[in-house]
Every structure is written in structure tokens, then in C-alpha cells.
């Protein structure tokens, strides 16, 4: 059963940066597997963030391209969101996600229904 944990939230002042990371384990490793950063910003959905898709393509919403690097450490099996130029809009509990295989396009790469494996999130506030 893959496992996800994230880590790294925390309060940031306006401005400033913060780097999530989430723990994989469980991987079948004849499998490979799309990850993803989700966010739930209070009172909206769940909204995608970056995907890393199985072969190795990044992803970015459009709300954050230029602001976020999504990137993956194979041998520590961790996924990593960096994000600079933080707002209070960006406040929100950001969630680490996992399917098998590739994701294929922009719109399911950043759709939580095309994935299986679901980390308990990090929460992250920006004040102003």
C-alpha cells in the first residue's frame, strides 16, 4: 500500500518561500507512478498545484507557474514543491497525491479524481 506523508508547511510572511516534501513508501517498484501537489484553499475544492507525471514531464496551474518548482528525488522517494513570491491567497492545507502510470494531459495531471494515493496534508500560511 503506498504510503504519502508530507511535510515542510508552516506560517510565512508574504513575500517569502517555503519547500513541502512528501515521503513516498509502499511503491511497487515495476510500477511507475504520477505524483502531484494539491491544494484546499478554505471555502473552495481542492485544486491541483504541479503534477509530476511517470515520465518525468512537470505540470503547473496556471495560478502558480512562474512561482513553483515541482521536483522528485528518486533515491530519497520524495516529492518536493518549492514555492517562492507566497500570498495570502496561497494559504491553504497543500496535499501530496500518487497514481500508477502517466497522467497524459495538462487537465488530469491536476484533476484529484485521477489519483488513488492521498498523503493527510501540510498546512501553509501566508500572512500579509
Given amino acids: ?3 504519502l506523508v508530507e511535510s515542510g508547511g508552516g506560517s510565512v510572511q508574504a513575500g ?4 513541502l516534501s512528501c515521503a513516498a513508501s509502499g511503491y511497487d517498484y ?5 505524483m502531484a501537489w494539491f491544494r484546499r484553499i478554505p471555502g473552495k475544492e481542492r485544486e491541483g498545484v504541479a503534477a509530476f507525471e511517470s515520465n518525468g514531464n512537470t505540470l503547473y496551474a496556471d495560478s502558480v ?9 528518486n533515491a530519497k522517494n520524495t516529492l518536493n514543491l ?3 513570491s507566497l500570498q495570502p ?13 502517466r ?11 485521477a489519483y488513488k494515493y492521498w498523503g493527510q496534508g501540510t498546512q ?3 500572512s500579509s
Fill in 82 to 84: 518549492e514555492m517562492n
Fill in 65 to 73: 507557474k512562474g512561482r513553483v518548482f515541482i521536483s522528485k528525488d
Fill in 1 to 3: 500500500q503506498v504510503q
Fill in 124 to 126: 501553509v500560511t501566508v
Fill in 16 to 19: 517569502g518561500s517555503v519547500r
Fill in 103 to 113: 497522467c497524459w494531459t495538462e487537465h488530469l495531471c491536476l484533476d484529484q479524481s
Fill in 89 to 101: 491567497e496561497d494559504t491553504a492545507m497543500y496535499y501530496c497525491a500518487a497514481r500508477q502510470g
Fill in 30 to 34: 515495476n510500477i511507475y507512478y504520477s
